[in-house]
């Protein structure tokens, strides 16, 4: 039959590449570091990350899944790829003006004066401004019909995350953070949250 392509299973060996049974050898998988935070109605000039673990200040996975403050455990490392920023409302989308004032404090949190910082050991390895540079992957866009009595601005951010060129990898046991500052505070209109991802691929032992 034209087309037909048969079905070659790999082999035993073949297999052990996958296997999460490999002693003495490192197993990799794409993975991702998030972490949140609080941002109050009145603004702040700091915002620090990834050093409160899941189970300290009422924090669950839903929040983080770091499992130890700013660092890997043994025998964990992180190959950091890409950055990502969410500002997540705290303003129900079916509040009067919900989904305007949404808006506007996402374009007040992005395009306020900000900026973002990456600290690893003594070093600074990325220093960058503003926030919208750090879109999100997913999120909402495209609305289909919004009365402009209820539209004092207009924006919606999404895209590629930044990426880290080159790469960095972050060892077991190596404190690190990353922040956000502000050199005067940015009010928004409904207490929120901010959730910060690190794409990229977790090493660890084999099993």
């Known amino acids: 039959m034209a087309g037909f392509q048969p079905t070659v299973l790999p082999s035993l060996n073949d297999l052990q590449q996958y296997s999460v049974n490999r002693p003495n050898q490192l197993n990799g998988q794409r993975w991702e570091l998030y972490d949140s935070a609080s941002y109050a109605t009145g603004g702040q000039t700091n915002l620090d990350f990834f050093q409160i673990p899941q189970g300290q200040s009422s924090k669950t996975l839903a ?113 690190f953070r990353f922040s956000l500052k502000w050199p005067a505070a940015l009010a928004i209109t409904t207490a929120s949250r901010v959730l910060v991802v690190f794409g990229g691929y977790q090493y660890r032992l084999s099993q």
């Open 63 to 175: 929040d983080t899944n770091m499992e130890s403050a700013g660092q890997l455990p043994a025998p964990k490392s992180f190959l950091l790829t890409d950055i990502q920023v969410f500002f997540l409302s705290g303003l129900a989308p079916s509040a009067p003006l919900g989904v305007a004032t949404n808006i506007n404090d996402a374009v007040i949190f992005y395009e306020g004066k900000a900026w973002a910082e990456l600290f690893i050991g003594s070093t600074y390895y990325m220093q960058q401004a503003p926030l919208g540079r750090f879109p999100p992957r997913n999120g909402l866009n495209g609305f289909a019909s919004i009365p402009a009595t209820d539209m004092a601005a207009y924006a919606t951010y999404g895209g590629a995350p930044y990426a880290m060129k080159p790469e960095i990898l972050i060892p077991p046991n190596q404190n």
